[in-house]
């Protein structure tokens, strides 16, 4: 399984940016989609998950109802919608992948996934 993240760019504060992360030698196999962020010096953090079916997703508080996440299954590719970027928001964002679809193992921890994208950087100025 390999993933491709990319969308991201420097944009103003207030502004929106799609991420899209592309995923291949995923044939046949359910798998649940996860982005974390990591901005200089801190550690890794969630941001948001969707599951196989996208019957679910989830999202950390800092970013409730301004991030959504969706997938596209014909393109084996999954969203991440930031709308009302802010100053906090500049991180490079990865996207990771978790097979069996359903991320039991917690979808806001790092060790549910096993795959990880190279990461995109989004730059919000203020």
């Known amino acids: ?5 990319s969308g991201g760019g420097l944009v103003q504060a207030g502004a929106s940016l799609r991420l899209s992360c592309v995923l291949s030698g995923v ?3 359910r798998y649940g989609v ?3 962020r990591q901005a200089p010096g801190k550690d ?7 599951t196989w ?7 950390a508080d800092s970013v409730k109802g301004r991030f959504t996440t969706s997938r ?5 590719t999954v969203y991440l919608q930031m709308n009302d970027l802010n100053v906090e928001d500049t991180a490079v964002y990865y996207c990771a992948a978790e097979k069996g679809g359903y991320l039991r193992g917690g979808a806001r921890l790092l060790s549910t996934y096993g795959y990880w994208g ?3 950087l989004v730059t919000v100025s203020s």
């Open 1 to 5: 399984v390999q993933l491709q993240a």
């Open 27 to 29: 044939r046949g196999i």
């Open 34 to 36: 996860g982005w974390f």
């Open 44 to 50: 890794r953090e969630f941001v948001s998950a969707i």
């Open 53 to 59: 079916n996208a019957a679910y997703t989830y999202e």
């Open 72 to 76: 596209d299954f014909t393109k084996n």
């Open 118 to 120: 190279q990461g995109t």
